[in-house]
């Protein structure tokens, strides 16, 4: 018989400070979307260039996310969050600095590999902290994220506008100050390892009949994440080619990532209570038509529109991850670096794509293409197995148990 630990109820004080830790991190690469307009123009490059630039970023940050999360289900700690959040924060932070497009792509090679390593061991921590409400715990985490994400382009601008750009060091802070909190806060071996050899693989086991259901939410995920990712790369772009100033250009951005996030926290919690599967399938249903209106609406009304697209394209986000990582619950930082990581690089080929089509098309067509990304993923959605959980429930590691203190000591069959 084997003990593990696991904490009865969610611990709202550790999910919380993973939260702010996302927010920090996801803050800095957003910053390529606000400065690319700049960049553009100082370094005269192309839109397919331009596109090359976020595709490079998203590669670095995602496609090696399966490695660290490989290492963090091996080591657990906090360790890789905070070389991740170093090392986002420094990558950067200097890009509109940088004298040539070489340099640019090694910096964000960089600070890709930062946020590599913050997000698979902390969606696992935020979902080991959460116990049985996983959907509102993971949510939380993903809302500090979205919310980093959309406040990027007006911390930068805000910045460089107010500072000048020689001043853009000034956005190294708050990854200077989520550091601290950490040390201070979370305990150095957070994350219980197994015991022995035979209880790992017990544990993290990857059950066959679970690729088949995986693969298939995996590529939901990707064809997700690809219309999200190309949206954002040239919303402030595509605004400015509107008509919009900068300023408002960055708006546009922040406006759907904050939307974004509020749908996110929304979707996880409801998850809880719906079903996973039920999540992805509303928020699908609710993204085409807001997607089209956000096409053809006159301009001064896209902010409306985008504000409803970005609620809903997240409404099934934090179920995604939370139904990757049931597939197999011993191996957290792996799963969610796969559907996090993995499937948003691969995205970042549809975002080149993207930039190709706008090039040979015009901004507006290359947009519209996307459409039909979440239509596609509506229609596999639907195969997904289960209402709730992959075969239409949790697996039972978990048997019996006895509290001690804050937590609770469970044996295994």
Request: charged residues 10%; positive net charge; proline residues 5%.
């Amino acid at each position: 018989m084997a003990n593990n630990l696991t904490f009865p109820r969610i611990d709202v004080t550790k999910v919380a400070l993973l939260s702010v830790g996302h927010l920090v991190v996801d803050l800095y690469p957003p910053f390529l979307a606000a400065l690319l307009p700049l960049l553009i123009d100082r370094h005269q490059l192309s839109l397919t260039m331009a596109s090359l630039l976020a595709s490079i970023l998203m590669f670095s940050a995602s496609l090696s996310q399966p490695l660290f999360g490989i290492l963090s289900d091996k080591i657990g700690g906090r360790n890789l969050m905070f070389w991740g959040a170093i090392m986002a924060a420094a990558g950067l932070s200097f890009i509109g600095l940088l004298p040539s497009y070489g340099f640019l792509v090694v910096f964000l090679i960089f600070g890709g590999l930062g946020v590599s390593c913050f997000h698979p061991q902390a969606a696992a921590l935020a979902s080991h902290f959460s116990a049985t409400k996983k959907g509102l715990g993971v949510s939380l985490f993903m809302l500090g994220g979205n919310v980093g994400y959309s406040l990027g382009p007006a911390v930068i601008l805000a910045i460089i506008l107010g500072l000048g750009l020689r001043r853009s060091y000034v956005s190294l802070l708050p990854a200077a100050i989520f550091v601290l909190l950490l040390a201070r806060y979370l305990p150095r071996n957070t994350l219980p390892l197994p015991g022995n050899r035979a209880e790992a693989i017990s544990t993290n086991a990857i059950v066959l009949r679970d690729l088949v259901p995986f693969s298939l939410l995996w590529l939901i995920v990707c064809l997700r994440s690809t219309a999200i990712l190309s949206l954002t790369t040239f919303l402030p772009t595509l605004q400015t080619m509107r008509g919009l100033s900068l300023a408002a250009g960055g708006s546009s951005f922040t406006v759907f990532m904050i939307c974004g996030a509020l749908g996110g926290f929304i979707g996880g919690s409801l998850s809880d209570r719906v079903g996973r599967k039920s999540m992805v399938v509303v928020s699908f249903l609710l993204v085409m038509p807001a997607f089209y209106g956000f096409l053809h609406v006159p301009t001064g009304w896209s902010f409306f529109s985008l504000a409803a697209l970005g609620f809903f394209f997240f409404l099934g986000e934090a179920p995604c991850i939370v139904m990757a990582q049931e597939t197999v619950p011993g191996r957290g930082g792996t799963m969610s670096a796969l559907i996090m990581g993995l499937a948003w690089g691969m995205a970042g080929l549809g975002g080149f794509g993207t930039g190709y089509l706008a090039d040979i098309l015009g901004m507006e067509r290359a947009m519209g293409f996307l459409l039909s990304l979440p239509a596609t993923a509506l229609v596999l959605t639907f195969f997904l197995p289960g209402k709730k959980f992959f075969h239409g429930r949790l697996r039972k590691p978990l048997i019996s148990g006895k509290r001690t203190g804050n937590l609770i000591v469970e044996k295994r069959r």
